[in-house]
């Protein structure tokens, strides 16, 4: 089994700043990719930012300069600081992991509960 644990969602000021964690555990041969989506009412889910096992970091242009995605593979957690918060960054965010669960497994996509973010104007 795997299991991801999000933290650090709330509520929070136009212009101000929140960080998210995601950590994963459980069973597997390696992490691929670890990242973190959102998903506003009414619209569909969306990447915001993720990293891939060789350091690649690919972000939303509507975050770019504002967000900033790091990750720490000693404890398989992937971090979101997320600055200069704008309305339009409300949203379910939801972390996400690619990984083999064996050495001649498939990828697969994991998923955390989701997290609110709620920015006010």
């Known amino acids: 089994q795997v299991q991801l644990v999000e933290s650090g969602g709330g509520l929070v000021q136009a212009g101000g700043s929140l960080r998210l964690s995601c950590a994963a555990s459980?069973?597997?041969?390696?992490?691929?990719?670890m990242g973190w989506y959102r998903q506003a009412p009414g619209k569909q889910r969306e990447l915001v930012a993720a990293?891939?096992?060789?350091?690649?970091?690919d972000y939303a242009d509507s975050v770019k300069g504002r967000f900033a995605l790091s990750r720490d593979n000693a404890k398989n957690t992937v971090y979101l600081q997320m600055n200069s918060l704008k309305p339009d960054d409300t949203a379910v965010y939801y972390c996400?992991?690619?990984?083999?669960?064996?050495?001649?497994?498939?990828?697969?996509?994991?998923w955390g509960q989701g997290t609110q973010v709620t920015v006010s104007s």
């Open positions: 990293v891939t096992s060789g350091g690649r970091t």
């Open positions: 996400n992991v690619r990984l083999r669960r064996g050495v001649s497994a498939r990828e697969s996509d994991y």
């Open positions: 459980g069973t597997f041969f390696a992490i691929n990719a």
